[in-house]
C-alpha cells in the first residue's frame, strides 16, 4: 500500500549547502522530520551543482518519512550564469545590464525546458527572452 502524504514543501536552497538553518530547518521541524537526514541526503545529491540556488520539492508522508526532487534553477539565475552577470537591473526599463543572443536563449530554455509550461523550444525561448527583458537584458530578434 502506497504510503500517505501529509504535506509538500516547496523551498529554494542553495546546492550542497542545505543546513537545519532557515529556510529548511523551521520548514521541515514544523513537520517533524529529521533535519539533517534532509540536509545530507539533498548535500549528497546536489554537490555537483555547488553554490547554484536550486528549487526542491519536499513530499512528507504520514510516518515522518519523506522524499524530494530537485528541479533546474529558476531562470534568471540560468540567464545571469550564461551572460556571467553578477545581477539583473533594478529598473529593466531604463537601465540594460547585459544582452543575449538567440543561442544563448535556445541553450537556456533547453536546460529549462522539463520545468517549463511549454510544448516546443519556441514556446520555452518566448519564455526565457520574456524572463532577460524584465532583468534588464536586451535579447537579439
Same mark, same amino acid.
Given at each position: 500500500?502506497?504510503?500517505?502524504?501529509?504535506?509538500?514543501?516547496?523551498?529554494?536552497?542553495? *546546492?550542497?549547502?542545505?543546513?537545519?538553518?532557515?529556510? $529548511?530547518?523551521?520548514?521541515?521541524?514544523?513537520?517533524?522530520?529529521? /533535519?539533517?537526514?534532509?540536509?545530507?541526503?539533498?548535500?549528497?545529491?546536489?554537490?555537483?551543482?555547488?553554490?547554484?540556488?536550486?528549487?526542491?520539492? /519536499?513530499?512528507?508522508?504520514?510516518? &515522518?518519512?519523506?522524499?524530494?526532487?530537485?528541479?533546474?534553477?529558476?531562470?534568471?539565475?540560468? /540567464?545571469?550564469?550564461?551572460?556571467?552577470?553578477?545581477?539583473?537591473?533594478?529598473?529593466?526599463?531604463?537601465?540594460? $545590464?547585459?544582452?543575449?543572443?538567440?543561442?544563448? $536563449? &535556445? &541553450?537556456?530554455?533547453?536546460?529549462?525546458?522539463?520545468?517549463?509550461?511549454?510544448?516546443?523550444?519556441?514556446?520555452?525561448?518566448?519564455? /526565457?527572452?520574456?524572463? *532577460? &527583458?524584465?532583468?534588464?537584458?536586451? $535579447?537579439?530578434?
Amino acid at each position: 500500500m502506497a504510503k500517505k502524504i501529509k504535506t509538500k514543501i516547496k523551498l529554494q536552497v542553495i *546546492a550542497g549547502q542545505a543546513n537545519p538553518a532557515p529556510p $529548511v530547518g523551521p520548514a521541515l521541524g514544523q513537520h517533524g522530520l529529521n /533535519i539533517m537526514d534532509f540536509c545530507n541526503a539533498f548535500n549528497e545529491k546536489t554537490k555537483e551543482q555547488m553554490g547554484t540556488k536550486l528549487p526542491v520539492v /519536499i513530499t512528507v508522508y504520514e510516518d &515522518r518519512t519523506f522524499d524530494f526532487i530537485t528541479k533546474q534553477p529558476p531562470a534568471a539565475e540560468l /540567464i545571469k550564469k550564461e551572460i556571467n552577470l553578477k545581477k539583473g537591473s533594478g529598473s529593466s526599463k531604463k537601465e540594460k $545590464v547585459g544582452k543575449m543572443t538567440k543561442d544563448q $536563449v &535556445r &541553450r537556456v530554455a533547453e536546460a529549462k525546458m522539463e520545468d517549463l509550461n511549454a510544448n516546443s523550444i519556441e514556446q520555452a525561448m518566448k519564455i /526565457i527572452a520574456g524572463t *532577460a &527583458r524584465s532583468m534588464g537584458v536586451e $535579447v537579439e530578434k
